[in-house]
Nanobody
Framework: QVQLVESGGGLVQPGGSLRLSCAVS????????MAWYRQGPGLQREVVARINYDGSTMYTDPVKGRFIISRDIGKNTVYLQMNSLKPEDTAVYYC???????????????WGQGTQVTVSS
């Protein structure tokens, strides 16, 4: 079984910062992709940032220059440092990972339970 457990959400004022963490545990051969998604009120879930196996990253345009995705390979953990937060960043943030559980097996996608981030004064 593979589990993704997020932490670090909460309430923050506009312009503030938060850091989200997502720890992956269970039967893991290789984590190919780790990503953060978010779903705002009345909106569809969207990708926020992604870090690939080779360390390359991508960000959705609204967060470029403000958010940083990083990882600790030894801890199977991905982080999302969120700076200069805006009210429109308010959403449930989900951790996502594409994982090979055994060598030669097809990769599968896994999701965390989500953590609420609220940006408000």
């Amino acid at each position: 079984q593979v589990q993704l457990v997020e932490s670090g959400g909460g309430l923050v004022q506009p312009g503030g910062s938060l850091r989200l963490s997502c720890a992956v545990s269970g039967s893991i051969f290789r984590i190919n992709v780790m990503a953060w998604y978010r779903q705002g009120p009345g909106l569809q879930r969207e990708v926020v940032a992604r870090i690939n196996y080779d360390g390359s990253t991508m960000y959705t345009d609204p967060v470029k220059g403000r958010f940083i995705i990083s990882r600790d390979i030894g801890k199977n953990t991905v982080y999302l440092q969120m700076n200069s937060l805006k009210p429109e960043d308010t959403a449930v943030y989900y951790c996502n990972a594409v994982i090979e559980t055994r060598s030669g097996y097809a990769s599968r996608e896994y999701w965390g339970q989500g953590t609420q981030v609220t940006v408000s004064s």
